[in-house]
Structures are given as C-alpha cells and as structure tokens.
C-alpha cells in the first residue's frame, strides 16, 4: 500500500493554537552533524559573586533576603516599566506602516531555592510545589493592578537558552498588553469553543490519553504530551487531565498544585535522563490574562520548547528555512515520546547530592 | 513635556508584513551580560574533508564538479522529497485536532564560490552577482516544475547560525506549499493593496527613503533598512527602490541584478566590520510563489536576521518571554541603524587575501 503514512513521509502538521502549519521530514533523522557544538555545564561550582545566593548584594546595591525556599524582587534591567507615559503613533486599523504603543508593566525575577547547583529536575515535590505556590502569588499579586493584564511566567535553563546564571530561578514579565501567542492561543481556543462547544484542550487531552503515544507524564491533575504538533524535538505540554477545568494558576487547590508539581517533576527528570546532561530549556505558563473578562474558554498549560536534538551537544537551530518559512523538525512527535518514555520519570541520573 | 517618546520609553511596534507586535525596551541597553558566549571563528583553515570544494565527494559518493564560479546539487539529506505519496490526515475546515498533510518538494545546496573562506561580504560585486544569478536560475527551474509552488531561497551563515560547514553556500527548500511566513505576508501585501491601491513595500520604501534614518544601503535598484519593527538586534530588509517593482527575482536585468549584488555588498560588509568579525546571520528571499497566480501585489526582497546583540560573541537570545509571548529587543531599529552606518559599506576590516 502506497499511500501517505506520517511515520515516513514529509509532512505538514497543524497547531490549532497557534493557527500554523510546520513541516515534518521523518525520513532524515539520520543526517550526519559537522556543525556546532553545545557545552552543557554539568559542575555548577559554587561562585560567591552568584546574585541570586540568599544575602547576596545585587547591581542594584539592593540585598536578597536569607530565604530558606523561595524568593523574588523586581528585575534590576526590567524590559517593563510601571510608569511609561501613555501614548500612540498610527495604527492598524488606519494601515499605517509606523505603528508603535506606549506599554506599562512589571518584571520580577523568581529564585526557585537557595541552593545555587539544584534544578528542578533534582528538587523533591514540596520544592517543587513551593515554585507552584509562588508563582501563584505573583499571578495573583500582579493580576490585581489595574494597568496589568498579562502575567507571563517563565524559565530559561541553561546557557544554551541564553540564561545568564545557573540558580534556580524564573522570570515574570507582566504588562499592559496580552502579548501576541497568548492573544492568538486565547483566540484559537474561543473559537473552538464557539464551532464545538467544547474547550480544545479538554477535547485534546482526552484524545491523548486515550491514543497513549505522546503521553510522557500524567496523574489525576495533569497530563504531560509531546504535542501532535511539536515544533521542537523534545516540546513538551502540561495540560489538566481529563476533567478537569483550571483557567489559571488561581483555579489550582493544593492537591492539584501537588499534581502539576509532579508531572513538571517527571517531565524534566524525563528529559535529563534523555542524554544525561541538565537539559535546557523555555519554559512558561499561558494562562488567563487579568483584564477582568471572562476565559472561560481557555486552559492554563504550560509549554516547554527544549533546543536539545540529539545529545547533549548537538542541538536544533530554528534559521534558515525556519526563520524564513515556517519550523521544520526530523523526528515526529510520537518517536520523540518514545525515547522520553524509555527512560526513568521518578530517578535522576544524578542522585541528588545533599 | 512628558509625552511618549519611542527612543526612550518602553513601547510596542507593529509588524505589518507578520500581522505581529514586538516588545521594544530602549531603555535596556546597558544590562550586564554574564551569560554565555558565542565563538565566531575567524580562521577558516582549508579542511580535505570540507565536501562542498570542486571535486569533492560526497557523502553520497557523489563527485562536485571542478566548478570556478558557483555549483549546484540536491540536498543529500533534503527534507523534501519529490514523490511523497498524496494524503491528508483531519481538516483545518472542520476544526480537527490531528491534522496532517503530504508535502513534496527538493532541496538543492548552492555553492556560492570555489574558494572555502570567502564569505559574501569579502567578495567582488561581480562574484555576488553571480550568486543572484545563481538563485534565479533555480528559482526558475524550481519554480517551473508543476509540483513546486513556493521556492524558498536562504544563506545559513556561521556556526552560531547552526550552519555546519565555513565554505560559503546557501540552500533552497522548495515546495508544494507555501510556508507559513511567505503565506502571510503575502497576505498582508494583497490587503494593503486592496484597501490603499498601492504596495505596501513600495509605500514602506519611499518613507524610509525620505525618513532616511533606518537606511543603510541604497542604489538605484535596491535599498536597505533596518525595518521599523525590526525584532533581531541588527535585523535588515534589503526591498525594490523607490519606482522599482519586482515581484520575483526573474523580474531582474542585469543592472538590477548587479544593484541586488551592491546592496549585498555594503549590508554584509556594514555587519562584519560593525564588530570586526564574520557576522553570522540567516538571511533568504521573500517573493513570488511559483503556482502560476497573480501576484502583482507583491514586491520581492530579502530578510537577514542576524543574532549578534553587543559584541562578536554576546548574541540575542529569542528564548523565554520571546517564545511564549512575543519577541523582545533592547536598541530600538534607529539606535541601530546609527551604529551600522558608523561603519564603512565599502571596505571591508579584513582585507581580501588573494
Ligand atoms: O541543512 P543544514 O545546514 O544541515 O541544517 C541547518 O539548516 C536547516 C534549514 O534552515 C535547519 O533545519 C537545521 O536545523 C540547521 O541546522
Ligand atoms: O533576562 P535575562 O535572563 O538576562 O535575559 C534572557 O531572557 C530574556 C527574557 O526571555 C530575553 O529577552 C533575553 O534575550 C535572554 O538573554
């Protein structure tokens, strides 16, 4: 039978979130690699000008507390400022071609813990779940101005993803604006909701769990997926398991921000077993903006877009033909699950060192 | 007067060839940078196994002709293949989840020079316009062919780039689709058409010309800017002059040809003396697809996306924020088109050795 089979042949696939198609090439998984390599820091030596350390002295002169969990401050080169004056210059609807908006915000910078060598992947539960719990409070803190009405939440890990300091810790930029891939996830999942009657991701999570193939993690809170339409190699999805309604991190109890502290546990020990190396990584939640109108349409999920391809130092490079056209991958979604899947979700490589 | 000045304040441009808007914070530029650094290697040794030399063979076995100015092949290993099986998993019609689609295309690499450690910005104007030429001999042969509808030409440069091998080349993807970015742009030019009755890069253009402070190469042919809503750091778009309409690269003369070459010239040779180093970037074509419709609305030009930020090694990481919200940039499009024209467009820092 010669007909099409996406295990084999070029392909495009559809991200009904983002509205796009990317382009899948199964069949070259084993093209040979001169090019660049990665160095993935295993030693995170201890560096006492770290300003991240509990009682460090930062740039700004301003001292850490001596937290003894979590911690966070307003970033010392924050890309939002609270106190932009308004103001506008064209527009869209009049098709300008110089079109700019003053925009307002806030970003904090979030320590994970006070240990400066520990990752996620390494940390217990209850580490896990006080990152949950403070990114709650942050939502919810920055939430409530009235000049705020996104609060994006993220992590860069590893140099490979231009984080500046191996700490554990993430970042909150949050605005005036619902910055454009939340606006047009927001936007994909209304209309689902309007053409089907259903939210897509509750319809999506329902078909994985049931297909089994892309499903690397999943308790009775959330479920982990490498997305039919994963751009990157290794992508991953944390998304409420069948079921279960959560717009925001506000929707969470503690039982369910145990949940999600665990399927982000299994997912990232996942992926340091993968080449067994501390696998780096964006990651951040899209959740519902704070502008006070109604999502009742959306999911909160978090996306993970790994740059890892092939081991520890070969990685994917989204130029070219991505930058230009659209995103391109060599392995599917479903052979991506598969290696994740070989390896251990509850050990790491590395025992945790106390 | 407190009034919103965009040189200064925290601001949002918009994108009207993506449809996107992009966090602009001019007020960052003097951030410390701890984090990792890029090697850009500025010896290029001659390597016997470098397989895109004249008479090389390939990992196919294949022998590269003893070519003297430019050589093409197919891609040994391209993510398009001509006799993919047709099929189609799902609709985007009928709001599916799961939706796939067969792709056919070719991939070719384009030998650019003989010589391994020439890069475009060291050659005569006469050696580039025999790369222009290059590319429109495939576009049209490409292009011809029934099953192609789209052919996207693009230059991977320097291993930051993810580009594996020095010796200077370019690619072509093409295919039965019309990548995501091409589609939409094309999109936005037919709109801009429809509702104002002109091209939109041929507005664009004759501003820039007049604004004059985001020009930095212009002849009578072609002129360079850094786009207003430039996202990359040192982002350029290489358009048709003021007048001028070319819809497809088979749209040049040979004078326009040669102003293509010029422009290319003083763009890259304005990026690799700005940090006395061999600028990495990709770069590529956006023009006429070749599924035989009217694309009158269009005008050609060239993209460069260049990930160097501050210096030779310090680049721009389009991670966290930018990959879950929208992308972000610290010197504002003016601040760097000041700093590329400081530099000079006709020499180039490191002499051309013989
Ligand atoms: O084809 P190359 O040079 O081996 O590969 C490079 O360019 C391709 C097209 O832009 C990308 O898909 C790859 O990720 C990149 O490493
Ligand atoms: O804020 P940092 O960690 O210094 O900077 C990093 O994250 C930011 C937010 O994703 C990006 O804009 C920067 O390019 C990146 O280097």
Redesign the pocket.
């Known amino acids: 039978d010669p007909g099409f089979d996406y295990n084999e042949h070029p392909h495009r696939r559809y991200n009904p979130l983002t509205q796009r198609w990317l382009l899948c090439s199964p069949h070259r998984t084993k093209?040979p690699w001169q090019?660049g390599k990665e160095t993935v820091n295993e030693d995170r030596p201890y560096d006492p000008r770290n300003n991240l350390l509990p009682g460090a002295v930062r740039t700004s002169g301003e001292v850490n507390l001596e937290y003894e969990s979590t911690f966070a401050f307003t970033n010392d080169f924050s890309a939002l400022l609270p106190d932009t004056p308004h103001g506008q210059v064209g527009s869209v609807e009049n098709n300008n071609l110089f079109i700019a908006e003053a925009v307002r915000g806030e970003c904090r910078v979030l320590c994970f813990h006070p240990r400066h060598d520990l990752t996620i992947a390494e940390m217990t539960q209850e580490e896990i779940q006080a990152i949950v719990t403070l990114w709650t409070i942050h939502y919810e803190d920055l939430g409530s101005k009235p000049s705020i009405n996104y609060v994006q939440i993220f992590e860069n890990k590893g140099a490979a993803m231009g984080c500046s300091n191996p700490h554990p810790h993430g970042q909150i930029w949050s605005g005036s604006f619902i910055p454009e891939n939340s606006r047009v996830s927001l936007e994909s999942q209304a209309n689902y909701k309007k053409a089907k009657g259903i939210l897509l991701l509750q319809d999506y999570v329902e078909q994985e769990v049931e297909k089994k193939i892309r499903v690397i993690a999943q308790n009775e809170y959330f479920v982990a997926v490498i997305p039919f339409w994963a751009a990157w190699p290794y992508e991953v999805m944390i998304m409420p398991a069948p079921g279960r309604h959560y717009k925001s991190l506000s929707d969470l109890d503690d039982a369910a921000k145990s949940g999600l502290a665990d399927a982000m546990g299994r997912v990232t020990r996942r992926y340091d077993n993968l080449f067994e190396c501390s696998f780096p990584y964006s990651m951040g939640i899209h959740q519902a903006p704070t502008d006070g109108k109604d999502y009742s349409f959306a999911q909160m999920h978090l996306l993970y877009y790994p740059c890892l391809l092939r081991s520890a130092t070969v990685k994917?490079?989204?130029?070219?033909?991505?930058m230009l056209g659209e995103p391109?991958r060599d392995l599917t979604a479903e052979q991506a699950a598969d290696k994740l899947n070989v390896v251990s979700d509850t050990e790491h490589y590395r025992k945790r060192l106390s």
């Not at 994917?316 to 991505?322: D, H, L, N, R, S």
Request: aromatic residues 20%.
């Open positions: 093209r090019g994917k490079f989204m130029v070219g033909f991505e391109q």
